[in-house]
């Protein structure tokens, strides 16, 4: 199946940093991706559908200039978690659809990337 | 109501049970359903899509009714390497790709 990497895979920063993950289709091109986020014995959570070459769509509830998303290529999203503080620290999870990678149900099949653990001091 | 709910769990089943999972959605254009496994600390990965019509894969089936619009999930002749928690996943109607989780059932097998 098709494969979505992440990176940094886990990330420790000060208070008041920015912190920016990669998201990248390793064989596929991904006109979208999202990016989730999970706390601790919570359900993932949408943040935010990013598309190729166009403006990221947020969820209600996310700061969109807390969290940046480019989606400069057909290949890679990252987000920037800016000024970053204690609450922000969570698992990211970014996932991409594959246009040629078959359908589940009534839409095309997500992949999920490993995910990114980071932890703000 | 929320969105997607689950049986938070936990399950602690002997190996060799089988156990069964239910999950509620509320938004009734609702079009594609899934049940995905997490591993502890691992992203979510997909176990088997679910129709109305009910299908299977292996050990593992699935249901869904429509008019209750509630989900199901049974496990068979469990293993040890069923131990996960198990995400009831919802999409929105068609065109919607947006998937919306449950808070997820955690699962055991006991040796």
């Known amino acids: 199946g098709a494969v979505v990497s992440q990176h940094p895979s886990r990330v420790i920063c000060k208070s008041g940093t920015s912190v920016k993950i990669e998201c990248r289709s390793l064989?596929?091109?991904?006109?979208?991706m999202f990016w989730y986020r999970q706390f601790p014995k919570k359900s993932l959570m949408l943040m935010a559908t990013?598309?190729?070459?166009?403006?990221?769509?947020?969820e209600q509830g996310v700061e969109k200039d807390k969290f940046l998303i480019n989606h400069a290529s057909l290949t890679l999203s990252t987000l920037t978690v800016t000024s970053a503080h204690p609450e922000d620290s969570s698992f990211y999870i970014c996932?991409?659809?594959?246009?040629?990678?078959?359908?589940?149900?009534?839409?095309?099949?997500?992949?999920f990337g490993p995910g990114t653990r980071l932890l703000v001091l | 109501r929320k969105e997607v709910e689950q049986d938070p769990g936990p399950f602690n089943v002997p190996e060799g049970a089988t156990v069964a999972f239910n999950c509620t959605y509320s938004?009734?254009?609702?079009?594609?359903f899934f049940w995905y496994r997490q591993d502890c600390r691992k992203e979510p990965k997909l176990l088997m899509s679910?129709?109305?019509s009910g299908n299977e894969d292996g050990r593992f089936t699935a249901q869904l009714n429509r008019a209750s619009q509630y989900i199901s999930l049974l496990i068979r002749d469990s293993k040890l390497s069923d131990s996960a928690t198990y995400l009831c996943?919802?999409?929105?109607?068609?065109?919607?790709?947006?998937?919306?989780f449950g808070t997820g059932t955690r699962l055991t097998i006991i040796p």
């Open positions: 996932s991409a659809r594959d246009p040629q990678g078959g359908w589940e149900g009534y839409q095309e099949t997500q992949y």
């Open positions: 064989d596929f091109q991904a006109t979208t």
């Open positions: 996943v919802v999409n929105g109607d068609f065109g919607n790709e947006k998937l919306t």
């Open positions: 938004n009734s254009a609702s079009q594609s």
């Open positions: 990013s598309n190729e070459g166009s403006k990221a769509t947020y």
């Open positions: 679910v129709y109305s």
